[in-house]
């Protein structure tokens, strides 16, 4: 059975987007596997489902590249609600999301010239959560400020909070010194992280600007996080490397994104492109 799929990305976190509202895979984890695959197929940082939603304009379901379901992706929640506008003709200002860390609400910021694509978007992504049973994490402190980890040997402090799945934040040097590609399956299964967590490597640059690197869990470094963005402006504002109420820059491998922590909740703005559809058998 052909299906069609629509590769979708935010600023360099693609997935591969199927239309779900009317059809389901048996298998969706193995399907992610074997979609998600760079050489041998469509290749992507994983799957996400776009469903028929009883409470939003549409649901979705993101699935890793190794097949484990996430809770929650900035930036895939951005190309849903893409998705939904120009493809499912939802032509609204603001839309809204179903995900398993609840709904979010979507303000489209730009469009095509012909009104028929939404290009930018701001979505609200929720109250931070720092109880480290709630991240989780096995941590005694709360908040997780700046806390000493012996990771790989070596001494590092940490910031850990959730964004709808779980973060470490970890400030220092320019992150492009750092080989995150040994390091961060280190932090991933650390024992203090129960159900494996990202890890965001961040630099400030100033008060209003952060350069990040992130490793994902379940993927491996991608080119951008967008929850990972949130949780990092929120630990420089706990840190004191950035404030409340102002826009923070995010410099990601694949682009920038603009993150403000109000105190109570987080905004995201960011951009959500259509790299290519095609047909791939189910």
């Known amino acids: 059975m052909k299906k069609t799929f629509y ?15 009317d059809w389901m895979p048996e298998d969706p984890s193995a399907l992610a ?16 489902l776009v469903c028929r939603s009883e409470i939003a304009d549409g649901k979705m379901r993101m699935f890793n590249a190794d097949g484990s379901e996430g809770r929650m992706c900035g930036n895939g929640v951005r190309c849903v609600a893409k998705f939904l506008y120009d493809i499912k003709g939802v032509r609204r200002d603001v839309l809204t999301v179903e995900t398993l860390s609840g709904v979010k609400t979507l303000t489209v910021d730009a469009r095509s010239p012909d009104g028929l694509s939404a290009e ?7 109250t931070p959560v720092f109880a480290p049973e709630d991240i989780p994490a096995l941590f005694a402190t709360e908040p997780v400020l700046s806390h000493p980890l012996i990771v790989g040997g070596k001494s590092y ?12 934040v970890v400030f220092g040097d320019d992150p492009d010194g750092i080989e995150v590609e040994k390091i961060g399956p280190l932090f991933e299964h650390h024992p203090a992280f129960p159900e494996r967590v990202n890890t965001e490597f961040v630099q400030a640059l100033g008060k209003d600007e952060l350069k990040m690197r992130v490793w994902e869990r379940g ?12 949780a990092s402006a929120v630990a420089a504002v706990l840190n004191g490397l950035a404030e409340k109420d102002v826009p923070i820059k995010l410099h990601l ?3 920038d994104l603009s993150v403000v922590y109000t105190g109570k909740t987080v905004l ?6 259509l790299a290519f559809v095609g047909e791939v058998e189910i």
Not at 12 to 21: A, P, S
Not at 268 to 273: F, K, S, V
């Open 157 to 168: 402090r940490v910031t850990c909070l959730s964004m709808g799945n779980p973060h470490c």
């Open 268 to 273: 995201m703005t960011g951009p959500a492109a």
């Open 33 to 48: 596997i074997r979609l998600s695959d760079r050489h041998f197929s469509v290749g992507g940082d994983g799957v996400i």
């Open 7 to 21: 590769k979708l990305h935010g600023i360099g976190n693609d997935y591969i987007y199927l239309d779900c509202f």
């Open 253 to 255: 491998r694949g682009g």
């Open 219 to 230: 993927s491996g470094e991608t080119l951008a996080c967008g929850t990972g963005a949130c």
């Open 120 to 126: 930018m978007f701001t979505v609200d992504m929720g």
